[in-house]
C-alpha cells in the first residue's frame, strides 16, 4: 500500500518553473549580441531572439514546458551565433597574421614557409552526429579543446536517442546545433593556439626587421660619415692646392718682376755703356768735352754750364762751341734718336738743357744748334722751342 502511495505521489510530481533555463537563454543571447553575431551570424541570433521572446511568452502564460522548451532551443540557436561569430573573427584575424607574415618574409628576403590551413567550418549538417564528436575527439588537433561544448553535444545526442516521437524533431534540432557548437568552438580554440604561434612568428621577424634596418641606418650613417669625411678632406686639399697655386703664382709674378727688373737693369747699363763709349767716340772725334748729363725719365738730358755764351750775350764762347761740337758728333753717333733743343732765358740757371736727341737752352740767351747735328742720319727729328723773351726785347 504503501509502495503504491509513493508511486503516484511521484508520478503526480510536476517540475519546477523554467527559471533556471530562461536565464541561460537570456545569457546566451547576450553572449552573441556583444560578440557581434548579428554581424556574422545574423540568422540565427535573430531565431534565438525570437524563441526567447516566445519562451517569455510561455512562461508568462503558465506554460512551463512550452516556456522550457523555446529556452532550450533560444540558447542553443544563441550559442550557435556565437559560434559561428567566433569562427568568422579568427578566420579574419588568422588571414591578416598570414598575410603580415608574408609581407615580412618578401621585405626580409625569406622564403616563405608554408603554413597549414586551419579549417574553421562545421561538419556537413545532418548526418551521423555521434560520428562527427568521435571525429573531433580522434583529431589531435581538435581533441583537448571544447570540452564543455562537447559535452552538451554528447547530451543532445544522447537525449535524441531516447526521445519519443513527438519530442524528437527538437530534440534532434537541439543535437544538431549542439554538434555544430562543438565542432566550431574546438576549431576556433585550435585556431586561436595557431593564431598564438603565428603571432610569436610575426613578432620574432618584426625583431629582424627592425635589426636589419637599424644595421641599414648604422651603414648608412657610416657611408655619410665618410662621405662627408671625404668632402671634407678634399675640400682641404683644393685650399691648399690653391694656397700652393697663389704662392706658386706670387714666386712667378716675384720671378717675372725681379727678371723685368733686372732686364731693365742690365737695358740701362748697357745703354750707359753705350753711351759712355758714344761720348767717348764723340770726344775723340771732335777733341773736345761733353757737356755735363744725367738720366731720368726724358732719357739723357745735357746741361750748357754757365761759360758757354759770352757774358750779356747770345753768342757761344769757344768752349761753348767746342761742347756743341762734341754734342753734335755724339748726337750724329746716335742714329734715328729725336733730338728736342729747348732755350730760354732764365737769371739763375743760364745754359742750354739737351737730352739723348733734346737740347735745351739757356734762358735769357738765344741758342741755335750748329748744322752738324742738324745734318744728321735720316730719320732724325730735331725740334727746337723757346721760353722766355728773346734777347731783342729784353733791355739789358
Given at each position: 500500500m504503501a509502495l503504491v502511495l509513493c508511486s503516484a505521489l511521484s508520478g503526480c510530481a510536476s517540475l519546477p518553473p523554467p527559471t533556471g533555463e530562461m536565464a541561460a537563454a537570456q545569457q546566451a543571447v547576450s553572449r552573441a549580441d556583444n560578440a557581434d553575431a548579428d554581424q556574422y551570424a545574423p540568422q540565427q541570433l535573430q531565431a534565438?531572439?525570437?524563441?526567447?521572446?516566445?519562451?517569455?511568452?510561455?512562461?508568462?502564460?503558465?506554460?512551463?514546458?512550452?516556456?522550457?522548451?523555446?529556452?532550450?532551443?533560444?540558447?542553443?540557436?544563441?550559442?550557435?551565433?556565437?559560434?559561428?561569430s567566433r569562427a568568422a573573427q579568427t578566420r579574419s584575424e588568422a588571414d591578416q597574421r598570414?598575410?603580415?607574415?608574408?609581407?615580412?618574409?618578401?621585405?626580409?628576403?625569406?622564403?616563405?614557409?608554408?603554413h597549414r590551413p586551419i579549417a574553421l567550418e562545421a561538419g556537413a549538417a545532418g548526418g551521423d552526429y555521434a560520428a562527427r564528436l568521435a571525429a573531433i575527439g580522434a583529431d589531435p588537433q581538435l581533441a583537448s579543446h571544447a570540452a564543455y561544448e562537447r559535452l552538451q553535444a554528447q547530451q543532445a545526442v544522447d537525449a535524441l536517442a531516447v526521445a519519443r516521437s513527438r519530442q524528437r524533431a527538437d530534440a534532434d534540432a537541439l543535437a544538431a546545433r549542439r554538434v555544430e557548437i562543438a565542432e566550431l568552438s574546438a576549431r576556433v580554440e585550435a585556431s586561436r593556439r595557431a593564431i598564438d604561434q603565428l603571432d610569436r612568428e610575426r613578432s620574432e621577424l618584426l625583431v629582424e626587421a627592425s635589426r636589419r634596418d637599424a644595421e641599414a641606418a648604422r651603414?648608412?650613417?657610416?657611408?655619410?660619415?665618410?662621405?662627408?669625411?671625404?668632402?671634407?678632406?678634399?675640400?682641404?686639399?683644393?685650399?691648399?692646392?690653391?694656397?700652393?697655386d697663389a704662392a706658386a703664382m706670387q714666386d712667378v709674378e716675384a720671378a717675372i718682376a725681379g727678371a723685368s727688373d733686372a732686364q731693365?737693369?742690365?737695358?740701362?747699363?748697357?745703354r750707359e755703356r753705350e753711351a759712355k763709349l758714344a761720348r767717348e767716340e764723340a770726344e775723340l772725334v771732335a777733341g773736345g768735352k761733353l757737356p755735363?748729363?744725367?738720366?731720368?725719365n726724358r732719357g739723357e738730358v745735357f746741361t750748357l754750364s754757365a761759360d758757354a755764351f759770352a757774358a750779356g750775350?747770345?753768342?757761344?764762347?769757344?768752349?761753348?762751341?767746342?761742347?756743341?761740337r762734341t754734342l753734335a758728333a755724339y748726337l750724329a753717333a746716335g742714329a734715328g734718336s729725336a733730338v728736342r733743343i729747348e732755350g730760354g732765358r732764365q737769371q739763375r740757371q743760364p745754359g742750354p738743357e739737351a737730352r739723348g736727341g733734346r737740347a735745351r737752352r739757356p734762358r735769357g740767351g738765344r741758342c741755335a744748334a750748329p748744322a752738324g747735328?742738324?745734318?744728321g742720319r735720316r730719320g732724325r727729328q730735331i725740334q727746337a722751342a723757346g721760353?722766355?723773351?728773346p734777347f731783342g726785347e729784353i733791355g739789358s
Open positions: 534565438a531572439r525570437n524563441e526567447l521572446a516566445q519562451a517569455q511568452a510561455a512562461m508568462a502564460a503558465g506554460d512551463d514546458d512550452e516556456a522550457r522548451r523555446l529556452a532550450a532551443l533560444a540558447s542553443a540557436d544563441a550559442d550557435l551565433a556565437l559560434a559561428r598570414l598575410d603580415e607574415i608574408d609581407r615580412l618574409r618578401q621585405r626580409l628576403r625569406m622564403e616563405a614557409e608554408p651603414a648608412e650613417a657610416e657611408r655619410l660619415r665618410v662621405e662627408a669625411q671625404i668632402q671634407a678632406e678634399e675640400a682641404q686639399r683644393l685650399r691648399e692646392q690653391a694656397a700652393m731693365t737693369s742690365k737695358l740701362r747699363a748697357a755735363p748729363s744725367r738720366w731720368d750775350t747770345a753768342t757761344l764762347s769757344q768752349r761753348g762751341q767746342a761742347s756743341l747735328p742738324r745734318r721760353r722766355g723773351r
